[in-house]
């Protein structure tokens, strides 16, 4: 990882922990695990917090040498995170076209599954985490339905967490298994690798209290 990438990683840590977005406790996962940790991008919610969310993608996506012509967002957090991340992008000299899918066909007005730019060329699916990949999966098919090649998957934090129980936990995390079966790349602004070193290496004791758990959460469940 570039010098670039490994500073907006340890500022990404930090703005989501300031925006009270990263916490820290005893938190309930998908999985049913209990985590001592939580990322929950629903709280980037309000303008200020959302384009400084966005201007992280941007400049991780351009920071990664990607070569992409435009993003789509899976419903529905990729919807808000694909149009803002189009934003950001275009305010640091690239602009690029977006679209993103609706749940449900539309049988009025435009019609159809997608919403936005026609998809064409490479593209980049921008969502905020991959926990068991489904969405992503889905968009990769809708993309090349259309004739265009998914290239990338982009998201907020990469947990580097191993799927299962506990007597049988996966070899791969979901990250590593979707790279595995589509033959690309998922770039995260931020993974718990990250997040440990900036517990590590802050001077809040209150924040470097959580090192020990984080860390005996990732030996059990980590990649």
Do not use: W
Not at 66 to 78: I, N, S
Not at 141 to 147: K, L, S, T, V
């Amino acid at each position: 990882m570039s010098p670039t990438a490994d500073t907006l990683a340890k500022d990404f840590v930090s703005f989501s922990v300031e925006a009270g977005v990263l916490r820290f406790g005893e938190f309930k996962t998908k999985a049913g695990r209990l985590s001592p940790y939580f990322f929950n991008s629903g709280l980037f919610d309000d303008g200020a917090k959302l384009g400084r969310l966005a201007e992280f993608y941007a400049r991780r996506l351009l920071a990664s040498g990607v070569e992409f012509d435009m993003l789509f967002g899976p419903a529905y957090k990729g919807i808000t995170l694909a149009s803002a991340t189009a934003v950001a992008l275009a305010g640091l000299g690239r602009n690029v076209p977006f679209c993103h899918n609706r749940k449900e066909a539309k049988d009025h007005g435009e019609g159809g599954l997608m919403v936005g730019a026609p998809l064409a060329g490479r593209v980049v699916i921008i969502d905020d985490v991959i926990t068991d990949g489904a969405s992503k999966r889905e968009s990769v098919d809708m993309i090349r339905a259309a004739g265009a090649e998914p290239v990338s998957v982009l998201i907020a934090m990469d947990r580097m967490e191993r799927k299962g129980s506990d007597d049988n936990l996966s070899a791969r995390s979901s990250v590593e298994e979707f790279e595995a079966a589509y033959g690309m790349p998922v770039l995260a602004i931020a993974t718990l690798a990250d997040l440990l070193q900036y517990l590590q290496t802050n001077d809040d004791p209150a924040l470097r209290s959580h090192l020990a758990r984080v860390t005996a959460y990732r030996d059990r469940y980590g990649v």
